[in-house]
C-alpha cells in the first residue's frame, strides 16, 4: 500500500512569488491535513480538508490555502512569499476525519525562499 | 494559550546509556498526549498515545508515560537505529474542532 506522497520534494522561490504544493493521500483516506514546520516552532497545523471540504483551520494568514479534489489529492497555495515561510510542509492523511491515532504522514516538501 | 515543550532540544547517548525525554504541556482540556518519531528527511511516524494520567505504553526499548502536567519517553538501553526527532503532541478541543498542538521535539543522537 503506497504511502502520502507529497510532491515536490524540494522547492526554492523567492520573495513575492507564489507555490503550490501537492499532496496525494493513502488510497481510501479521505481527510488531508497541512502542517508547516520549522526548526523553533516545530509542527503547526495549517488546515485539514475531508470530502473537499475544509473542516478545521490554524492560526495562519489568507496567504495560505488549500483545496482538496474529488480523488482525495490535496494542493495547499501560498501567495506573496515570505522569508519566513521557508519550512518543511507537511502533509498528512486519515481515513476520516479527525482520526489523529491514525494519522499517516508524506515526507514533506522543502520550501526555501530567497 | 495552550503550548508543549520539549526537553532537552537535543540529547546524546552511548549505546546502551538509558534516558528520558520530558514533554511538558499546558493546556485546556487535554483529550490525548501523542508521541512520535522523525527520521531526517521524512514525517513523524506515530508511536503512541496516552489518554489518561498514570498510563503508560511500551514498544520495544520506548516507554511512554504520562502525569497532569507531563510525558515522559524512557529509552532503554538505546541502539544507533534510535537515532532520531522525538516529537509529542497534546490533542486539545479547540474552536469546535481536535488540533494536535506540538512540541519543537527532542533530537536524540545514540554512539555505538
Known amino acids: 500500500k503506497a504511502g502520502v506522497t507529497q510532491t515536490p520534494r524540494y522547492l526554492i522561490k523567492t520573495r513575492g512569488q507564489q507555490v503550490t504544493l501537492s499532496c496525494s493521500p493513502i488510497s481510501g483516506h479521505r481527510s488531508v491535513s497541512w502542517y508547516q514546520q520549522t526548526p523553533g516552532q516545530g509542527l503547526q497545523f495549517l488546515f485539514e480538508y475531508f470530502s473537499e471540504t475544509q473542516r478545521n483551520k490554524g492560526n495562519f494568514p489568507g496567504r495560505f490555502s488549500g483545496r482538496q479534489f474529488s480523488n482525495s489529492r490535496s494542493e495547499m497555495n501560498v501567495s506573496t512569499l515570505e522569508l519566513g515561510d521557508s519550512a518543511l510542509y507537511l502533509c498528512?492523511?486519515?481515513?476520516?476525519?479527525?482520526?489523529?491515532?491514525?494519522?499517516?504522514f508524506g515526507s514533506g516538501t522543502q520550501l526555501s525562499v530567497l | 494559550e495552550d503550548q508543549v515543550t520539549q526537553s532537552p532540544e537535543a540529547l546524546r547517548l552511548q549505546e546502551g546509556e538509558s534516558s528520558s525525554l520530558n514533554c511538558s504541556y499546558t493546556?485546556?482540556?487535554?483529550?490525548?498526549l501523542f508521541w512520535y518519531r522523525q527520521d531526517p528527511g521524512k514525517g513523524p511516524e506515530f508511536l503512541f498515545t496516552?489518554?489518561?494520567a498514570g498510563e503508560e505504553k511500551e514498544k520495544e526499548r520506548l516507554k511512554a508515560t504520562l502525569t497532569k502536567k507531563e510525558s515522559f519517553l524512557h529509552i532503554t538501553a538505546p541502539k544507533p537505529e534510535d537515532s532520531a526527532t522525538y516529537l509529542c503532541a497534546a490533542l486539545v478541543f479547540s474552536g469546535g474542532y481536535n488540533k494536535l498542538i506540538f512540541g519543537a521535539g527532542t533530537r536524540l543522537a545514540v554512539h555505538p
Open positions: 498528512a492523511s486519515s481515513a476520516l476525519t479527525g482520526d489523529n491515532e491514525k494519522l499517516f
Open positions: 496516552l489518554y489518561s
Open positions: 493546556v485546556s482540556g487535554l483529550r490525548g
